[in-house]
């Protein structure tokens, strides 16, 4: 099983920054992704950023060139710093997980969800 623990967010002014950090816990299972989603109220879950296993990322639209997806190279930790903040970044930040396990000799995937962090733009 793979466990996730969001921490870093909080208030923060237009234009401002904060860095979102994700523990990852995992035991003889093999990452996929890892992936930061948002959600604001009233609004439907929105996929930020990801990662792969190789390394290679992609960003929603909305945060391109504002927000940058990291990891450790032992994959135990996946960060997001985001730069430039806006009122409409406002949400509940999530962390993400795909991952995999051999089950009765074969591959299976799965998913795993942190708690999420309240990331609060405004003046």
């Known amino acids: 099983q793979v466990q996730l623990v969001e921490s870093g967010g909080g208030l923060v002014q237009p234009g401002g920054s904060l860095r979102l950090s994700c523990a990852v816990s995992?035991?003889?299972?093999?990452?996929?992704?890892l992936d930061w989603y948002r959600r604001a109220p009233g609004k439907q879950r929105e996929l930020v950023a990801i990662i792969s296993h190789e390394g290679s990322t992609n960003y929603a639209d909305s945060v391109k060139g504002r927000f940058t997806i990291s990891r450790d190279n032992d994959e135990t930790a996946v960060y997001l710093q985001m730069n430039n903040l806006k009122p409409d970044d406002t949400a509940v930040y999530y962390c993400h997980a795909d991952w995999a396990m051999v089950v009765a000799g074969r591959v299976q995937d799965y998913d795993s969800w942190g708690q999420g962090t309240q990331v609060t733009v405004s003046s």
């Open positions: 995992r035991r003889h299972f093999s990452i996929n992704n």
